[in-house]
């Protein structure tokens, strides 16, 4: 199967997926390249390495890592102080590729060997028990760039995103058709309800028009959802 250009530059990214780009993953941002809507030098984890590989796929200069994206840095390590964390999930919500373990109310940890080092879970830690650290005690002498990633981990990172995605897609799907059912089944309580008065009649109509508004609410929103993907 013929590669589409978005293809070619989203397989020379290091799929940190961290957003430091200016987009949502590496994905969209290599997209965008693709449109000529984004320049090549707005992914910093991949340094100025990864610029010269999108430079050669695209036929564009070399140019500096735009320092308003983030610095070319050795590649760091999520860690979590597990005597402050207090199992609240946001950390996990928040790791695009599934590098944190853990569950509500239950002490959380990072798996070394999975995170990308993309800075994503500090942010919504409620005690700031979260640390984005040097992956050895000599950082200054640490690879940066590429250099620190190889093609297999950035693969194996694009996978377990890519799965993540899926999955908490489907979980939505299955959310929304639960919630599609019960409305259901609530209108149909409703429209069976006796009535023996105009007020009575007024209120039943009253649920039933807020039932099927937001039942039509719920169906707009995943047509536009299926749009998106």
């Known amino acids: 199967m013929t590669k589409t250009l978005a293809d070619q530059i989203e397989d020379l990214l290091p799929q940190t997926q961290c957003t430091k780009c200016g987009y949502p993953a590496c994905r969209p941002y290599a997209e965008a390249i693709a449109r000529g809507e984004a320049q090549i030098n707005q992914c910093p984890p991949g340094g100025i390495e990864g610029v010269a590989r ?3 796929v ?11 994206n983030g610095l070319e ?19 996990i919500q928040a790791c695009p590729v599934d590098a944190i373990l ?6 959380h940890t990072i798996l070394p060997s999975l995170c990308t080092g993309c800075d994503l ?15 050895s005690a000599h950082p ?11 093609q297999e981990q950035a693969d194996a990172a694009r996978a377990r995103h890519d799965f993540r995605t899926a999955r908490l897609r489907r979980e939505k799907e299955e959310n929304d058709a639960r919630l599609a059912a019960k409305a259901v089944e609530k209108l149909r309580a409703v429209t069976a309800e006796e009535t023996n008065t ?10 039933r028009a807020v039932i099927a508004a937001a039942m039509e609410r719920a169906r707009l929103k995943a047509e536009a959802s299926k749009k998106d993907q």
């Open 121 to 135: 879970c500090v942010a919504p830690c409620p005690v700031d028990c979260i640390a984005m650290v040097p992956r």
């Open 102 to 107: 853990g569950a509500a109310k239950q002490m």
């Open 58 to 68: 695209t036929g564009r200069p070399v140019i500096p890592i735009n320092p308003a």
């Open 198 to 207: 105009p007020e009575e009649l007024a209120e039943k109509e009253r649920k």
């Open 54 to 56: 999108l430079a050669a």
């Open 73 to 91: 840095r050795p590649r760091p390590l999520a860690f979590i102080d597990e005597s402050l964390c207090i199992g609240c999930t946001l950390c």
């Open 140 to 150: 200054e002498t640490e690879p940066t760039g590429w250099a620190a990633w190889s």
